[in-house]
C-alpha cells in the first residue's frame, strides 16, 4: 500500500481488526494499533497481557517493535483504538511509555489518529527523554 491509497479511517480499522486479538484477560480493556510506514506498509499490533503486570506489552509499542524488528524505522502516523467490553468509539490517547517509544523514532509532528481526530506526538507528549 502506499502513502496515498491509506487514510485515517482505514488505519483506524485496521487498529479495531487488531483490537480483536488482543490478550487481555486480566483487563478486559483491548488495544489495537495500524502503524504507517513512510513507504506505505502498515504493522499492526495488539496489547498482550501478563499476569506479572509489569510484562504486559502495549498495542502501539508491539506494532512498532514489529516494524522495526523488519528494518522499517520511518514511521507516517499510527491509529490506536481500544476500550472495555468491545467498545472501541472512545479515545484511547498512548500511554506515556508508548509515547517515548514513538519519540525515539518520530518527530514531534508525527501523527497519532484516535477516534476524535488527528494529534501530533508533540502535542500528546510535549516534553520528552532524550540523550
Same mark, same amino acid.
Given at each position: 500500500?502506499?502513502?496515498?491509497? +491509506? =487514510?485515517?479511517?482505514? @488505519? @483506524?480499522?485496521?487498529? /479495531? ?13 483491548? %488495544?489495537? *494499533? ?7 506498509? %502498515?504493522?499492526? /499490533?495488539? =496489547? ?8 504486559? %506489552? ?18 507516517? *502516523?499510527?491509529?490506536? %483504538? /481500544? ?11 498512548? !500511554? ?9 523514532? !518520530?518527530? /514531534?509532528?508525527?501523527? +497519532? +489518529? @484516535? ?8 502535542? @500528546? ?7
Amino acid at each position: 500500500m502506499s502513502n496515498e491509497k +491509506i =487514510n485515517a479511517a482505514e @488505519l @483506524l480499522q485496521k487498529a /479495531g481488526e487488531a483490537a480483536r486479538k488482543a490478550y487481555c484477560k486480566y483487563s478486559r480493556f483491548s %488495544v489495537g *494499533a495500524a502503524l504507517l510506514t513512510e513507504d506505505g506498509k %502498515v504493522y499492526t /499490533g495488539c =496489547n498482550i497481557e501478563n499476569g506479572s503486570y509489569s510484562l504486559t %506489552v502495549c498495542a502501539e509499542r508491539t506494532a512498532i517493535f514489529k516494524a522495526v524488528s523488519e528494518g522499517d524505522t520511518r514511521f507516517a *502516523a499510527i491509529a490506536i %483504538v /481500544g476500550g472495555a467490553d468491545n467498545d472501541l468509539t472512545r479515545p484511547c490517547s498512548p !500511554c506515556g511509555a508508548c509515547l517515548q517509544v514513538m519519540s525515539e523514532f !518520530c518527530s /514531534g509532528e508525527f501523527e +497519532i +489518529i @484516535l477516534t476524535d481526530g488527528t494529534h501530533t506526538l508533540d502535542e @500528546l507528549m510535549p516534553k520528552r527523554f532524550e540523550l
